[in-house]
């Protein structure tokens, strides 16, 4: 098998897979992203999956949907996926939308997700 | 139209994050508050995915405003949609019609300072947000 393309910037670190997501969450971004974590993990095998949320500055609760899609999928293959350094604006946003982001795992580093799988 | 203001056209979904791009570089130029852009933008960007799940086209205008000292961004989101039949009925928290997420009404407005909104069943929907900061 070879080693699929990643034009999306994953990155393993031990046994975990680190998404660094960037801008904002449309459909093609995690349809694109969706594919690229699912042919990783059938390739890699990490034993988790961090999704680094810096770099998203705004979500609404399509876009979490969009997200929970993607983490339920990860998890069918038996990747369970930590959300990590969710920016105030987007934590504040989802609260006052009145989102569900029960199914979420989130942690306040990328440090503190990685002692997460420890 | 002056610089402070933009009118842009949504079509498809990718159309949602050019708004939303443009309301945050808007919410720059005037200097409002990091924490006040990112509601702003979150409410533009849930109201305009409206457009695309109800509307399939529609316009959103964004215009820097001022009150007193305080700067503050006015969006106007307007389509010719199937417009809302009940509107008291959307507004109320946790309800959709079509089984989905619903219009997301409710948290659109406590996103913002400002919440006016008008429909005709059958003709369109405008909804306008005010947000200061």
Redesign the interface.
């Known amino acids: 098998m070879s080693e699929p393309e990643t034009p999306i910037d994953l990155q393993q670190v031990g046994n975990i897979l680190l998404v660094p997501l960037q801008?904002?969450v449309?459909?093609?971004l995690m349809n694109d992203l969706c594919n690229e974590v699912l042919a990783y993990l059938q390739y890699k095998r990490p034993e988790g999956v961090i999704l680094n949320m810096a770099g998203i500055?705004?979500?609404?609760?399509?876009?979490l949907?969009r997200l929970k899609t993607m983490v339920e999928s990860v998890a069918l293959m038996g990747a369970p996926v930590v959300l990590a350094e969710v920016?105030?604006?987007?934590a504040?946003?989802?609260t006052?939308?009145?989102?569900d982001y029960s199914w979420v795992i989130a942690k306040r580093t990328v440090e503190l997700a990685m002692a997460h799988f420890q | 139209m002056s610089a402070r203001e933009k009118r842009l056209r949504i079509i498809r979904?990718?159309d949602?994050?050019v708004v939303?791009?443009a309301v945050?570089e808007m919410a720059k130029q005037i200097g409002m508050n990091?924490?006040a852009?990112?509601?702003l933008?979150?409410?533009v960007?849930?109201l305009s995915?409206n457009i695309i799940k109800y509307a399939k086209s529609g316009i959103v205008t964004t215009r820097a405003v001022r009150n007193r000292d305080q700067p503050g961004i006015e969006v106007l989101v307007q389509n010719h949609g199937p417009g809302i039949e009940d509107i008291e009925l959307a507004m109320i928290?946790?309800v959709s019609t079509s089984g989905t997420?619903g219009l997301?009404l409710?948290?659109?407005k406590?996103?913002v300072d400002e919440f006016e909104i008008s429909s005709q069943t059958g003709k369109r929907t405008r909804v306008r947000v005010v947000k200061w900061g």
């Open positions: 801008g904002l449309h459909d093609e500055e705004v979500l609404d609760r399509h876009d949907e920016r105030p604006g987007v504040a946003g989802l006052m939308l009145d989102a | 979904s990718s949602i994050h939303v791009m945050q990091t924490g852009s990112a509601a933008s979150t409410a960007s849930e995915t928290d946790n997420l997301g409710p948290g659109a406590r996103l």
